[in-house]
């Protein structure tokens, strides 16, 4: 199965900065994703992001806020803009294996003070 | 994709088989019980997944029952290392379209002494 990398993996921000979260995979793959998971909470899709296109928001979340790169079909960046104490969370990035499921990064934990 | 249904907690002592049930009543016929597992501060982790029939692999066996509705993920000898929240989704597989990966809750599994 196919190996992200993600980082960093852990950050400490002010609150207004930005932060710009990478992940690359290992092997050419269509699309990626990108969850958020809240302390004690489930993992919430962000969005997915295809090489060569916008990437696709879910609701409640939007471009201004999480920009998403794509530049080729291993590598993708986040980038948690203007943030807040509420965008402290757990950033992972993810992609689809087919039949071999989905693998996930190790996450990005991010605490905004 | 079809909502799932898991207690929000089990126990099981070490050694003992730990058995998982999902309840997943309005699941299609073109979808697919695929499990999960999160350990603590990590990326998901695939576990197993099944159409109709009884699966097993080297971490995990997923029973199915005959009308689909629900299902069991089966530890047969837990360790402690098995602790962790187990998710079960139902969906569609890869098909090289949009194929976003949803979570619920999930069950926290406290393997134990």
């Known amino acids: 199965s196919a190996v992200i990398s993600q980082k960093p993996s852990r950050d400490i921000c002010q609150r207004g900065t930005s932060l710009t979260i990478q992940c690359q995979v ?15 909470q489930s993992l919430t899709l962000i969005a997915t992001a295809n090489q060569g296109s916008e990437a696709t928001y879910e609701s409640g979340f939007v471009i201004d806020k999480f920009p998403i790169s794509r530049p080729n079909l291993t590598f993708s960046t986040l980038t948690v803009s203007n943030m807040s104490p509420e965008d402290s969370s757990i950033y992972l990035c993810s992609v689809d294996q087919g039949w071999a499921g989905y693998t996930f990064g190790s996450g990005t934990r991010l605490t905004v003070v | 994709d079809a909502k799932t249904t898991q207690p929000p907690s089990m126990d099981c ?20 019980v695929y499990w999960y597992r999160q350990i603590h501060s990590q990326g998901p982790q695939y576990i197993i997944h099944g159409l109709k029939n009884n699966e097993t692999n080297e971490m995990a066996s997923l029973i199915i029952t005959e009308d689909r509705k629900s299902s069991t993920l089966i530890l047969p000898h ?23 990966l949803t979570f619920g809750t999930g069950t926290r599994l406290q393997v134990t002494l």
């Open chain 1, 26 to 40: 290992d092997s050419q793959v269509t699309m990626m994703f990108w969850y958020r998971q809240q302390p004690g």
């Open chain 2, 13 to 32: 002592a070490e050694g003992r088989a730990a058995n998982l049930p999902c309840n997943h009543s309005t699941i299609s016929g073109n979808e697919y």
């Open chain 2, 78 to 100: 837990a360790t402690l290392r098995d602790t962790a929240v187990y998710y079960c989704i139902v969906r569609v597989p890869f098909t090289g379209t949009a194929s976003k």
